[in-house]
C-alpha cells in the first residue's frame, strides 16, 4: 500500500515552455502532497507543501509564479514550471505522507522527474 | 531548518560496520530515515518519535537520544545491497518535511 505515481519520468523541453509534472497516489488518499527539487549529490530541498483544495505553501525563496501547484482532488497534486530555463533543470520528486497507527507513519515518494531544459 | 548529518561520505568493506548521525540545533518532533539509490526515489526506513528510542529490523537499527536533538543509524555487518545516501528527515510545525544533508555510503567487496 501507500504507492505514489509520478509522470514523466523525463522531460526534455526548450526554454520558455512549461512543462506539467503529475503525482498520483494509487491506493490511498493524499491530503498533503509534498514536492521536492534535487540537485546532484545534495539532499532534496523542500519546494511547497501541497494542499487539497487550498493554496500550496511555498518554501522561503521558491517562486510560486514559477513554480505552480494544484491539488485538485485527494488523489492527485501537479507541478508545473512555467517558462523553463537551463537552470531549472534537475530532478524534482513528490512524496505523500501514509499512516498506520499513532507511531507508525512515513513518507512515500514518487519516482521523480528528471526535468532538462536546453 | 534543515538537519546536520555525519559523515558526509564513508566507504565501508563488505560486513563492516557504519554510524551515520543526525543532529538538530532544536528538539525534533519525530526522526525518519531514508536511503535513497542514485536516480531514485528515497526509500523510508524507519521513524523514532520517543526521546531514548531505540527501533530497528535486520541489521539496521537507529536511536534517537533523550534530548530529541540527535539521532543515530547503525548499520552492521554491511551489504552490498546497503550502498547508497541516507537521509534522515524531520517534521516542521506547519506540517512540512525536511531532509537532512545527507551521508553518501559505498559498501564494497
Known amino acids: 500500500g501507500a504507492v505514489v505515481s509520478q509522470h514523466p519520468s523525463r522531460v526534455i523541453c526548450k526554454s520558455g515552455t512549461s512543462v506539467k509534472i503529475e503525482c498520483r497516489s494509487l491506493d490511498f488518499q493524499a491530503t498533503t502532497m509534498f514536492w521536492y527539487r534535487q540537485f546532484p549529490k545534495k539532499s532534496l530541498m523542500l519546494m511547497a507543501t501541497?494542499?487539497?483544495?487550498?493554496?500550496?505553501?511555498?518554501e522561503q525563496g521558491v517562486e510560486k509564479d514559477k513554480f505552480l501547484i494544484n491539488h485538485a482532488s485527494l488523489t492527485l497534486s501537479t507541478l508545473t514550471v512555467t517558462s523553463a530555463h537551463p537552470e531549472d533543470s534537475s530532478f524534482y520528486i513528490c512524496?505523500?505522507?501514509?499512516?498506520?497507527?499513532?507511531?507508525?507513519?512515513?513518507?512515500?515518494f514518487g519516482s521523480g522527474t528528471r526535468l532538462t531544459v536546453v | 531548518q534543515q538537519p546536520v548529518q555525519s559523515p558526509q561520505a564513508v566507504i565501508l568493506r563488505e560486513g563492516e560496520d557504519a554510524v551515520i548521525n543526525c543532529s538538530s540545533s532544536k528538539a525534533l518532533y519525530s526522526v525518519h530515515w531514508y536511503r535513497q539509490k542514485h536516480g531514485e526515489a528515497p526509500v523510508f526506513l524507519m521513524i523514532l518519535l520517543k526521546g531514548g528510542e531505540q527501533k530497528g529490523h535486520d541489521k539496521i537499527s537507529a536511536s534517537f537520544n533523550e534530548k530529541k536533538q540527535q539521532s543515530s543509524l547503525y548499520l552492521t555487518a554491511s551489504q552490498l545491497s546497503y550502498s547508497g545516501t541516507y537521509f534522515c528527515?524531520?517534521?516542521?510545525?506547519?506540517?512540512?518535511?525536511?531532509f537532512g544533508t545527507g551521508t553518501s555510503l559505498t559498501v564494497i567487496p
Open positions: 501541497s494542499n487539497e483544495g487550498s493554496k500550496a505553501t511555498y
Open positions: 512524496s505523500a505522507s501514509w499512516f498506520r497507527a499513532a507511531a507508525n507513519y512515513g513518507y512515500t
Open positions: 528527515g524531520t517534521e516542521g510545525k506547519g506540517n512540512q518535511f525536511y
